[in-house]
């Protein structure tokens, strides 16, 4: 069983194990699966004020909290227990191609030139950080929710705002890996 919690789960499992997450929250407490609106849940919980926006009852809401807990405890128990310390095996042509921009250690999740404390202050990674983090939040609460929430919850529901935000998040995806992304890395 250890095997097999330490490997890379292929697409055809773990995909219809999250899609089954839409109906299961659905039937069993009329619940949205979904990640960003854990944050407003935390301000309305800690700081409670005469904002509007943070004026509802986040105990109803509550249940989101313990699953976002439960990502990071379950983060947290893989990279003590179930850790692979191989480096990532990637396709030799994006290797030279990231080698070009001076990306050269291949051996974590993400690139040490980028992300790690020794470059936090480099230009590309506050661009990447700073403005990376600021874009996905702004545009987190001008879409009305994650990529979580709209690929598999609103398009399990058949909303057509959730096709248009996720039709958006790829083609943005698209735009940023093969045009934007290459820019900053030459900083």
């Not at 692979?84 to 001076?102: F, H, R």
Request: aromatic share 14%.
């Amino acid at each position: 069983m250890l095997k097999i919690l330490s490997q890379p789960w292929p697409w055809y499992i773990s995909g219809p194990l999250i899609g089954l997450m839409v109906p299961a929250l659905l039937v069993l407490g009329n619940r949205n699966f979904g990640i960003s609106s854990n944050l407003r849940h935390i301000c309305a919980a800690c700081f409670p004020g005469k904002i509007p926006f943070f004026k509802y009852d986040w105990k109803n809401e509550s249940w989101n909290l313990y699953l976002a807990a439960g990502i990071i405890i379950g983060a947290l128990l893989v990279r003590l227990f179930f850790w692979n310390d191989q480096p990532i095996v990637l396709n030799p042509k994006l290797t030279a191609e990231l080698s070009a921009y001076g990306l050269k250690d291949f051996n974590g999740l993400v690139p040490k030139e980028i992300f790690s404390w020794n470059a936090v202050l480099s230009v590309r990674s506050l661009i990447m950080l700073a403005g990376g983090g600021f874009l996905v939040g702004f545009g987190t609460r001008y879409a009305g929710g994650c990529t979580s929430g709209h690929a598999i919850t609103g398009l399990a529901n058949l909303q057509l705002p959730s096709l248009i935000a996720t039709m958006s998040f790829f083609i943005g995806g698209i735009i940023m890996a093969n045009f934007i992304l290459p820019i900053i890395l030459r900083f």
